[in-house]
């Protein structure tokens, strides 16, 4: 009778051969010696721990740098968003405190500064949600009129002396620039007010100002009579003094301030720091 699994078939043979087949093969090893991926992981259904094995280096407040990782965005955008309300409500805080009790320029020094800081921690984006929390919050709690009259200009301010600050502008041309918002923010104020109240107050300031020159004319022994565009000149160069002298004032402030908060503003001429050693 033949056999029905071949010629050579022994029990000895069989059990040879599956332990033959048992033994790795070297492709085997070598898959075996490299090391898996973690996506490899976890398309197997392994648990992966959820660390990142090369987190990213921690963003700079005082430079506001975006975060690498969107793990970095989630940690640091609450801080983004608190400090921005937070220095929004203390511009607001100022703007109240000084309109019921008024302590002079002092308070007003500090009007845009808080919107600045926001800018020079966090960027453009959170220093305009800034401004902008402020004036809601000033409509709620003062009306609609004082909360614009705060926005332009010192909301608008803090945030182009933010941007200027934090780009490494020089003293000079951030004055200039601000001495610009700041007129232009006068007569939007004279402008608003003369809407509302029905009246022309910039004739009554000019009208102020023909006082004042006809009083040193007379001082001069002149008996020329101002011309109007005399006069308009003068406001408008009074204007502009002014501001420059309030925007002086306030980079005086936010350098003593802003360098204690570590955000510091580009270093004043080289006048303005002997004043500040001596002092």
Same mark, same amino acid.
């Given at each position: 009778?033949?056999?029905?699994?071949?010629?050579?078939?022994?029990?000895?043979?069989?059990s040879?051969?599956e332990?033959?087949?048992?033994?790795?093969?070297?492709?085997?090893?070598?898959?075996?010696?490299?090391?898996?991926s973690?996506s490899?992981r976890?398309?197997?259904?392994?648990?992966?721990?959820?660390?990142?094995l090369?987190?990213p280096?921690?963003?700079s407040p005082?430079?506001g740098?975006a975060?690498?990782?969107?793990?970095?965005?989630?940690?640091?955008?609450p801080?983004?968003?608190?400090?921005?309300?937070f220095?929004?409500s203390?511009?607001s805080?100022?703007?109240?405190?000084?309109y019921?009790?008024?302590?002079?320029?002092?308070?007003?020094?500090?009007?845009?500064?808080p919107?600045?800081?926001?800018?020079?921690?966090?960027?453009?984006?959170?220093a305009?949600?800034?401004?902008?929390v402020?004036?809601?919050?000033?409509?709620?709690?003062?009306?609609?009129?004082?909360?614009?009259?705060f926005?332009?200009?010192?909301?608008?301010?803090?945030?182009?002396?933010?941007?200027?600050?934090?780009?490494?502008?020089?003293?000079?041309f951030?004055? =200039?620039?601000?001495?610009?918002?700041?007129? !232009?923010? &006068?007569?939007?104020?004279?402008? /608003? $007010?003369?809407?509302? @109240? *029905?009246?022309?107050?910039?004739?009554?300031?000019?009208?102020?100002?023909?006082?004042?020159?006809?009083?040193?004319?007379?001082?001069?022994?002149l008996?020329?009579?101002?011309?109007?565009?005399?006069?308009?000149?003068?406001?408008?160069?009074?204007? =502009?003094?002014?501001?420059?002298?309030?925007? !002086?004032a &306030?980079?005086?402030?936010?350098? /003593? $301030?802003l360098?204690? @908060? *570590?955000?510091?503003?580009?270093?004043?001429?080289p006048?303005?720091?002997?004043?500040?050693?001596?002092?």
């Open positions: 009778m033949s056999n029905p699994q071949g010629e050579g078939f022994s029990p000895e043979t069989a040879a051969g332990a033959e087949n048992q033994l790795p093969s070297p492709a085997d090893e070598q898959s075996a010696a490299e090391p898996v973690e490899d976890s398309d197997a259904g392994e648990w992966i721990p959820d660390y990142d090369n987190p280096a921690p963003t005082s430079t740098s975060p690498v990782s969107d793990g970095r965005v989630r940690d640091v955008a801080l983004i968003v608190v400090e921005t309300a220095l929004a203390t511009a805080l100022i703007w109240l405190i000084n019921y009790f008024p302590l002079g320029p002092v308070l007003r020094i500090f009007f845009p500064v919107i600045a800081l926001v800018y020079l921690r966090w960027g453009p984006r959170a305009w949600m800034g401004a902008l402020s004036g809601l919050l000033l409509a709620v709690l003062m009306g609609p009129t004082r909360s614009i009259l926005v332009m200009p010192f909301g608008v301010l803090g945030v182009l002396l933010g941007g200027l600050w934090r780009r490494g502008a020089g003293w000079n951030s004055i =200039l620039m601000g001495t610009l918002v700041g007129s !232009f923010g &006068v007569f939007f104020r004279i402008w /608003l $007010l003369s809407i509302l @109240l *029905g009246e022309d107050l910039w004739v009554y300031l000019t009208s102020q100002i023909t006082e004042l020159t006809e009083w040193i004319f007379e001082r001069l022994g008996l020329a009579q101002p011309e109007l565009a005399l006069i308009q000149a003068i406001a408008l160069i009074i204007v =502009l003094l002014n501001n420059a002298i309030y925007l !002086f &306030v980079h005086l402030a936010a350098c /003593l $301030l360098e204690r @908060l *570590g955000n510091p503003i580009p270093p004043p001429p006048w303005v720091q002997v004043l500040l050693t001596e002092e």
